[in-house]
Each structure stands twice: as structure tokens, then as C-alpha cells.
């Protein structure tokens, strides 16, 4: 099964704080997403990227950005937090379509609880 | 644009009853569609998941699904809950040639005795 490890399950951080947010696949998947769940707004799209170096702005990217620089690790970036990303994130990632392996499924970590104060 | 609408945002239903969870999708082509649970503090699972062919799709733990495409549904259905069930329910679609996944706002479901 494929994995998906989401290195912080909650995080506690300041306004103004550099916050990274890392996820790590082990299927060796194409394919990353970064969403940000919120009561009643269900998951929302940050970001994505298709493959190393090559990222996609999602629904909401405003306030966020991404690093890709191995497959399989996808990193979402705060430049500086603020209250209002307070929120659950959370990572998934796919392989191509039509392959065998994941074939237009996401996979999701556990989640990583952000609160910025 | 891409939108799943859940019109349920909580549902109460008793042990061993049975239960029908709504989804509606507005892309005018054939979407992929997909059942997600999230049991409290874990990530999303998938349960089932719809690409073509036969309408009725089974999944884990005893869960179905039914695409619609005149009512542009995709309801979930379980014939007897189980206490275990209680989660939140996300329903999603996407389509071919876009990866983006477009989620529903989720039912929570809660089980009573």
C-alpha cells in the first residue's frame, strides 16, 4: 500500500513564523497535492505538482508556496504565518493516470494540525 | 468549474439502520467520482470510487454508491450502520485530464445506540 507520512502531526507556531510542512510518498507517484481542511469548507486545493520542480496553484494558493525538489517529498511553505491559516493540512499524492499503481486515486497522510497564534 | 455539493451537513442515524448519504456533482461530463471517510484525528480513506461501466459500485465496509447521471448524483448507501461508522463523509470528483480533485463540504455522521 502506498504510503503517505506527513512529518508533523501538530504544530503550534507565532504570527510572523516561517512555517514548512513536509510530506513524504513512498510509491514513487507523479502526483502531490497539498489541501487545507476547515469545518463546514470540506478540503480545499493549496497546491499540487506533477512532477520535480513543476508545481500548480490550486483554489486558495494566496499566502502559501511549494517545493518539489524529490519525488518523493512535497513541502508547503508559509512565508509568514498568520492566525487565519490555522487549519488541519493535509497531503495526498497519485500516480499517473491510467497506471497501475494508485491509478486516479489520492492517497492521504494523517494530517497535520497547524495553529499560529 | 468543478463543484460537489453535500446538502446534508449532519446526519443522525440509529445502530443497525440504514442510511443514504447524498452527493451532487455539476460538470456536464462523465466525472470520476469518489466516497472518502475521515474517522476523528485520522486522514481520508477512500471507500469507493466510480470511472465508468456499471453504475452500482461496491466498496469497503459494506458501502455503495450510485451514479445518477440524469439527477447528476452519486448517493452513498449502507444497508445496516454500524456504531464504527460514525465519521465524516467526503464526497469528490475529477475528470479526465485534470488531476485537481474537487471535494464536497463533508457530512458528519453520527451514530446513536
Known amino acids: 500500500d502506498v504510503k503517505v507520512t506527513q512529518s508533523s502531526r501538530y504544530l503550534v507556531k507565532r504570527t510572523g513564523e516561517k512555517v514548512f510542512l513536509e510530506c513524504v510518498q513512498d510509491?514513487?507517484?507523479?502526483?502531490m497535492f497539498w489541501y487545507r481542511q476547515d469545518p463546514g469548507l470540506g478540503l480545499r486545493l493549496i497546491y499540487f505538482s506533477y512532477d520535480v520542480k513543476m508545481k500548480e496553484k490550486g483554489d486558495i494558493p494566496e499566502g502559501y508556496s511549494v517545493s518539489r525538489e524529490k519525488k518523493e517529498r512535497f513541502s508547503l511553505i508559509l512565508e509568514s504565518a498568520s492566525t487565519n491559516q490555522t487549519s488541519m493540512y493535509l497531503c495526498?499524492?497519485?500516480?499517473?493516470?491510467?497506471?497501475?499503481?494508485?491509478?486516479?486515486?489520492?492517497?492521504f497522510g494523517a494530517g497535520s494540525r497547524l495553529t499560529v497564534l | 468549474a468543478q463543484s460537489v455539493t453535500q446538502p446534508d451537513i449532519h446526519i443522525t442515524v440509529s445502530e443497525g439502520a440504514s442510511l443514504e448519504l447524498r452527493c451532487n456533482y455539476s460538470y456536464g461530463a462523465t466525472p470520476y467520482l469518489f466516497w472518502y471517510v475521515q474517522s476523528p484525528g485520522q486522514g481520508l480513506q477512500l471507500l469507493l470510487k466510480y470511472f465508468s461501466g456499471d453504475t452500482l459500485v461496491q466498496g469497503i465496509k459494506g458501502f455503495e454508491a450510485e451514479f445518477k447521471r440524469s439527477q447528476s448524483s452519486f448517493n452513498l448507501r449502507k444497508p445496516s450502520v454500524h456504531w464504527s461508522d460514525a465519521a465524516e463523509y467526503f464526497c469528490?470528483?475529477?475528470?479526465?485530464?485534470?488531476?485537481?480533485?474537487?471535494f464536497g463540504t463533508g457530512t458528519r455522521l453520527t451514530i446513536i445506540p
Open positions: 510509491m514513487d507517484h507523479e502526483n
Open positions: 469528490a470528483e475529477r475528470y479526465f485530464g485534470n488531476e485537481k480533485l474537487t
Open positions: 495526498a499524492s497519485k500516480g499517473p493516470t491510467g497506471s497501475s499503481s494508485g491509478a486516479n486515486v489520492l492517497t
